[in-house]
């Protein structure tokens, strides 16, 4: 796990960079301040609920890395409409907040902002959860141990290239 862990932490300093370039961006629209760690913290959650829930179905012998597994799609539409409830309620309330802090973005950017990065990250979330069990199970590692940690940090990472690339389309 060291090496893992060590690999991810440098990537975490690349999404501070990127963070740290997009400052001026991030102060002159309030609800983008307010989005960052909402969106990587609720994408990183999702994470771990698929992650968790795919790990206790390969611990179960009912895992199988197929598109017709019903438990497959079952837990895949389930992050995708949960991942759709979330960020569009985080979207209005990101606006809000934004306008209690003088920020003038418009409400319909906001929520496309929001809505767009945040299913393209719901979308990795499933795709990398899918795979990490997988390939961590193939590999002969115990997903519960190394799962959660790899999609959660690379989810922080790709969260918050998302969401400055919608944003610097929308804005």
Known sequence: MLPLLAVLSVLQMVSGSVLQAFEETLLAYPALL???PVQIGTAGNLASIM??????????GTFEL???NPDVRANTLAILGLAATVFLVVGIAAWAIGR???GDLALLAVLTI?????MALAVLVVV????SVWGSFRLGYDPDDTTIPL???VCDIVGVLLLF???SVVI
Do not use: E, Y
Not at 51 to 60: D, E, K, M
Not at 114 to 118: K, L, T
């Open 151 to 153: 999609v959660t940090n």
């Open 51 to 60: 992650c968790a829930r795919l790990s206790t179905q390969l611990h179960l």
């Open 128 to 131: 990398l959860s899918l795979l």
């Open 66 to 68: 197929d598109p017709s």
């Open 114 to 118: 929001s809505m767009v990065s945040g």
């Open 100 to 102: 209690v802090l003088g």
């Open 34 to 36: 307010v989005l960052v």
């Open 165 to 167: 690339g919608v944003a």
